[in-house]
T-cell receptor
Framework: GAGVSQTPSNKVTEKGKYVELRCDPI?????LYWYRQSLGQGPEFLIY????????DSGLPNDRFFAVRPEGSVSTLKIQRTERGDSAVYLC????????????FGPGTRLTVT | GESVGLHLPTLSVQEGDNSIINCAYS??????FIWYKQESGKGPQFIID?????DKRQGQRVTVLLNKTVKHLSLQIAATQPGDSAVYFC???????????FGTGTSLTVIP
């Protein structure tokens, strides 16, 4: 079946611009996670949704970052006033929830801020 | 805060040999761990998991060992194949049960 998909696969933007990154989780998965992965590092947790609500947004680095999941399926990560330090691969993962922690990752969106 | 670290950033093994990748974690309250494989340009792929009430768990060609006393876990890959070449991450479930803490990864290279 279809896995987690993310669009776009690559995004180049200028410093100061606004970007939106999209994640389509596996159908029926209630839990959705966003991570950020810098070169040579492991994924770093950003935010976790259970259904439509952000159950844990403690990983968001500052208020320029925001994520939504209005219908409990697709999620959008929004970054305002992008900075060069935001350049990274942004990964989305989903799991079935209910204590099942096996996360299925998407291929990621590579964001480059010039 | 929680931290997870891998002992070696790179590992090279001959095809057919066994591979062992080690990982240490800081939070003794962590009760669930996952090993992931990440190939270039792809997201991490689940390999095997283990809960803290277990010391060992086996999958197909992979075994995870957990030593809670020294807060260490390892991933053993039997008869390593070229397709096993990738970066391997261990991840520990945080205290909130919502987020995983990932190590920095070990890059495994299999020499044919």
């Amino acid at each position: 079946g279809a896995g987690v998909s993310q669009t776009p696969s690559n995004k180049v933007t200028e410093k100061g611009k606004y970007v939106e990154l999209r994640c389509d989780p596996i159908s029926g998965h209630t839990a959705l996670y966003w991570y950020r992965q810098s070169l040579g590092q492991g994924p770093e947790f950003l935010i976790y949704f259970q259904g439509t609500g952000a159950a844990d947004d403690s990983g968001l680095p500052n208020d320029r970052f925001f994520a939504v999941r209005p219908e409990g399926s697709v999620s959008t990560l929004k970054i305002q006033r992008t900075e060069r330090g935001d350049s990274a691969v942004y990964l989305c993962a989903s799991s079935s929830g209910g204590g099942d922690y096996e996360q299925y990752f998407g291929p990621g969106t590579r964001l480059t801020v010039t | 805060g929680e931290s997870v670290g891998l002992h070696l950033p790179t590992l090279s093994v001959q095809e057919g040999d066994n591979s062992i990748i080690n990982c240490a974690y800081s939070n003794s309250a962590s009760d669930y761990f996952i090993w992931y494989k990440q190939e270039s340009g792809k997201g991490p792929q689940f390999i095997i998991d283990i809960r803290s009430n277990m010391d060992k768990r086996q999958g197909q060609r992979v075994t995870v060992l957990l030593n809670k006393t020294v807060k260490h876990l390892s991933l053993q890959i039997a008869a390593t194949q070229p397709g096993d070449s990738a970066v391997y991450f261990c991840a520990a479930l945080g205290a909130t049960g919502n987020q995983f803490y990932f190590g920095t990864g070990t890059s495994l290279t299999v020499i044919p």
